[in-house]
C-alpha cells in the first residue's frame, strides 16, 4: 500500500479535493457501525466503489483505504486492519480504472462488479486468517476457511448489489456535478501536474 500512499501524497491536491476525500472515506467508514450486528452487510463498498467511479483510481483506492481503519477505530483495530485497507483501496483502485468501460456505465454492470468484489473482499479476508495460522496449515484448513466465509460474501456480495441498485444513480449524479462545479481530482488535472 505504501506506494499507493506515496504518489498520492505527491500529487499537487487542493485542501478541497482533500476535503471531499476526506467525507466520503468517513461517511464509508461510519456507514458501517449501525450494521455492524449483520455480519458483511454494509454501505461502505458502495461509496468506495462510487468514489472510484467518479474521482479515479487513486481516489478510490484512498478512500478505500482510509474507511477501514477510520471504521475499525469503533469496530476494533487488529492484524486484519491492514488486509482491510488493502482489500477495500483495491476495490476502490479497480472500479476508478474500470469507470470508462462501457458496462460499467451500466446499471448492470456495477452491480456485477459489486458483487464480484463481495467475494474477492472475503477472499482477501479469509489470507489474513490462513497468514496468521501458517502452523495449522494444511489443504483441509485452507479449503475450510474459504467454504465457511460462502454465507458472508454472499450477503457482502447481495448488499452492494442492493445499495448500488438504489442508491447510484443519485449518488453518481450528485458527486459528478459537486466534481464540475468544483473542478475537483480532474485525471486530466493530475497528467498536468505530473508532465
Same mark, same amino acid.
Given at each position: 500500500?505504501? +506506494?499507493?500512499?506515496?504518489?498520492?501524497?505527491?500529487?499537487?491536491?487542493?485542501?478541497?479535493?482533500?476535503?471531499?476525500?476526506?467525507?466520503?472515506?468517513?461517511?464509508?467508514? #461510519?456507514g458501517r457501525v449501525p450494521f455492524a450486528?449483520? +455480519?458483511? #452487510?454494509?454501505p461502505t463498498s458502495f461509496v468506495i466503489i462510487i468514489a472510484g467511479l467518479v474521482f479515479g483510481a487513486e481516489s478510490g483506492f484512498i478512500v478505500g483505504a482510509v474507511a477501514a481503519i477510520v471504521s475499525n477505530f469503533f469496530l476494533g483495530q487488529g492484524p486484519w486492519t491492514p488486509w482491510q485497507m488493502y482489500a477495500w483501496g483495491m476495490m476502490g483502485m479497480s472500479a476508478g480504472l474500470l469507470r470508462n468501460t462501457w458496462w460499467m456505465k451500466k446499471v448492470w454492470g456495477k452491480c456485477i462488479f459489486g458483487f464480484i468484489w463481495g467475494y474477492?473482499?472475503?477472499?482477501?479476508?479469509n489470507m489474513w486468517i490462513i497468514v496468521s495460522n501458517l502452523e495449522s496449515l494444511s489443504w483441509e484448513f485452507f479449503v475450510g476457511i474459504y467454504i465457511s466465509s460462502v454465507g458472508h460474501d454472499l450477503a457482502h456480495s447481495l448488499s452492494n448489489v442492493f445499495f448500488l441498485l438504489v442508491f447510484s444513480a443519485s449518488w453518481l449524479r450528485i458527486l459528478e456535478r459537486f466534481k464540475r462545479k468544483y473542478g475537483l481530482l480532474g485525471e486530466d488535472?493530475?497528467?498536468? #501536474?505530473?508532465?
Open positions: 500500500m505504501l +506506494p499507493f500512499f506515496a504518489r498520492f501524497e505527491i500529487k499537487s491536491i487542493s485542501g478541497r479535493e482533500v476535503v471531499i476525500l476526506a467525507m466520503l472515506a468517513a461517511i464509508a467508514a #461510519v450486528g449483520i +455480519p458483511s #452487510v454494509q474477492l473482499f472475503g477472499w482477501f479476508m488535472r493530475f497528467r498536468a #501536474v505530473d508532465g
